[in-house]
């Protein structure tokens, strides 16, 4: 269904690319009568290269980053968000090119393309989407016809509409019978015997099969409890009614098979993040390893006990791995009679609050300050854990987890994530899962960053640091 798209990204592509390389020309050649140092024509661009390089690199920024992503609704606000992130990003990646081949290039003109080129390109993207929404009252949209069981159907209805605004409109409806009492969107055209006839005088583009699954119903509770444990589930039929997160599709001879627990970062997605966490985590223990000797001093000089803490938690698929962390409680703060676990209005656990009597005065300052997560550096170098992901969780507490929510392991965990960004530790750990989900289902590169970037300012504001 997104092949109607493709054009569109394919133009947006382009003229990218076009846009770019006709600002950077523009402001070269206009820069000397522009406000500023005196500078002569040739001067501006001391090198042909850079006319390549410019609009090349920022395609590439642009790609990793998702804006030319058009499997999801292309939603202008969304898209230009992505759009608006993701040219700051170039922005620094441009500066860092420059700084290191062409240093010569003036600063104010390097400011004065910037700003242009933003300003273009802005321009050409709502253009582009004005085209894209016009395309509704043209001969481009997609006409759907639905065809199945229509009480599924009517559901399914809904969903196209919301999820395709622009580009797609559903033509009606057929069944293998006149339906009775069943509400639809639009009209039922006849039934199965009529359908070739149906399609071929309604010009319908897609047809959507929605038959009866009702066979498959028993195996939703199966899947949902296998999805705790580290085990790919494939199946040869109908999957529209089981719950899944990411697909993967595998040809066996004649029979068709689709992956439903399959991992969500896969191919080059797990290649780029496995590279930015090695590189991120080695460059930080390079520079911090001072203050990992000064942590382990003040630890050792408060309280007996050993300097690490070394936790099981719940890795991605489900493994165990041993977490570490800075000791920020005093030695056997695990002991039953000590844990002082608390119960909530509604019966259920809270493993973390406030004033803890068991955090020492040197665990307190790492806490506020998120220091005592700096060994987990190590679980990323490992393997074990990534810069940014799902917190990792304690077995006995995911032992406690409804069924939906093992759905937050399908990645691997991470030092920060949406969680921590969201409020860190103020909402207690059972609601704060659909954090969690909500970054599983929706992982980016870009997402990584934002987030990289914003627990920056979440540890200075020491918001549910305790």
Not at 235 to 247: R, V
Not at 341 to 352: A, C, F, L
Not at 361 to 366: E, R, T
């Amino acid at each position: 269904m997104y092949k109607l798209y493709y054009r569109y990204q394919l133009a947006l592509i382009v003229s990218d690319f076009l846009v770019t390389l006709l600002t950077l020309l523009a402001v070269a050649n206009l820069r000397p009568f522009l406000p500023g140092q005196e500078i002569a024509a040739p001067s501006v661009i001391p090198h042909h290269l850079i006319y390549f390089v410019t609009p090349l690199s920022l395609l590439i920024v642009f790609g990793f980053s998702g804006v030319y992503n058009f499997r999801q609704r292309p939603r202008p606000s969304v898209q230009m968000m992505s759009f608006v992130l993701s040219y700051a990003l170039w922005g620094w990646f441009f500066v860092g090119i420059l700084y290191f081949s062409f240093r010569e290039i003036s600063r104010l003109f390097v400011i004065y393309f910037s700003v242009s080129n933003f300003v273009a390109l802005a321009v050409c993207r709502y253009i582009l989407w004005s085209i894209m929404a016009g395309t509704e009252n043209g001969n481009s949209v997609g006409r759907v016809l639905i065809f199945g069981d229509l009480k599924a159907s009517s559901g399914l209805s809904p969903a196209i509409l919301r999820e395709f605004t622009t580009g797609y409109t559903i033509v009606g409806f057929s069944d293998f019978e006149t339906p009775k009492d069943v509400e639809l969107q639009a009209p039922f055209l006849g039934t199965a015997e009529h359908l070739p006839k149906i399609v071929r005088e309604n010009q319908i583009d897609i047809v959507i099969m929605s038959l009866d699954t009702s066979s498959l119903s028993a195996l939703r509770p199966l899947v949902m409890e296998l999805i705790r444990i580290p085990v790919r589930l494939f199946l040869a039929q109908n999957y529209s009614q089981l719950p899944f997160i990411e697909l993967d599709i595998e040809r066996i001879g004649n029979v068709v098979m689709v992956g439903i627990l399959e991992p969500i970062i896969n191919g080059w997605n797990r290649m780029f993040k496995r590279i930015f966490d090695l590189v991120i985590a080695t460059v930080s223990l390079i520079l911090i390893w001072p203050v990992f000797i000064m942590i382990a001093l003040a630890i050792k000089i408060e309280s007996s006990g050993p300097v690490v803490f070394l936790a099981k938690r719940v890795g991605n698929g489900g493994k165990l791995f041993t977490m570490y962390k800075f000791r920020t409680m005093i030695d056997n703060a695990q002991d039953p009679d000590l844990s002082g676990v608390k119960i909530d209005g509604q019966g259920r656990k809270i493993y973390k609050f406030k004033n803890d009597p068991r955090i020492t005065k040197v665990g307190k300052f790492l806490r506020r300050w998120s220091l005592d997560e700096l060994p987990q550096l190590f679980n990323v170098i490992k393997g074990e854990m990534s810069m940014v992901g799902p917190r990792p969780e304690q077995p006995f507490i995911t032992q406690e987890y409804e069924a939906w929510q093992w759905q937050r392991i399908l990645v691997p965990p991470g030092i920060t994530g949406w969680w921590q960004i969201s409020g860190r530790n103020e909402a207690p750990m059972h609601l704060n899962t659909h954090l969690d989900l909500y970054y599983v289902t929706n992982y980016s590169m870009f997402m990584d960053l934002k987030i990289l970037f914003l627990t920056v300012f979440e540890v200075f504001r020491g918001r549910g640091a305790d």
